[in-house]
């Protein structure tokens, strides 16, 4: 059986719009730039050359996987239940040993993006918080040992808005 990806309806309808970009637009602006090269002449020292092969070889290696990912994505159900963390929801936690509250979106793992507190599922918080309830202390178990997060508030995940 394939490996499945999880992602919300958004998360799979960015990732479409971004292969379509990768292969439609990106894909013709590269072959331009190796053909331009080319037109210079000599490839062996045409270090514009090289550069735009490395860019094509890249270019190919995300359209690849993005294709694996959207074709073994499994669309997580949405949701309005706020009562428990699930897919799709943002989480206000405190964190115990920091003193202070955060407030996660628990995503798919293909759309994580920590910079932006946007979490997986799969991740040590995420998996920690999927099933839980405001008012519970979770104990998450990360790598560098057990810490505790009270969960504050659940709410809703809106396209318009991400937890930051």
Do not use: C
């Not at 990732?15 to 292969?23: E, P, T």
């Not at 405190?94 to 407030?103: P, T």
């Not at 810490?147 to 396209?159: A, D, F, H, N, V």
């Amino acid at each position: 059986m394939a490996e499945q990806f999880i992602m919300t309806r958004e998360g799979y309808e960015e990732a479409k719009k971004r292969l379509d970009y990768l292969i439609n637009v990106k894909r013709a602006e590269i072959v331009g730039r190796i053909q331009e090269a080319r037109s210079h002449g000599d490839l062996s020292e045409n270090a514009e050359y090289d550069a735009a092969r490395n860019e094509q070889a890249a270019n190919e290696g995300e359209i690849a996987e993005l294709d694996h990912r959207i074709k073994n994505a499994v669309i997580a159900e949405e949701n309005d239940d706020n009562s428990v963390v699930h897919i799709g929801t943002v989480v206000t936690v405190y964190d115990e040993d920091f003193g202070e509250e955060v407030a996660y979106t628990i995503k798919g793992s293909t759309e994580a993006d920590a910079m932006n507190n946007i979490i997986s599922n799969e991740s040590p918080v995420g998996a920690a918080l999927i099933g839980h309830k405001k008012g519970d202390t979770v104990t998450v178990k990360a790598p560098n040992g057990e810490y505790s997060l009270k969960i504050l508030k659940i709410e809703l995940k809106t396209s318009e808005s991400d937890a930051k």
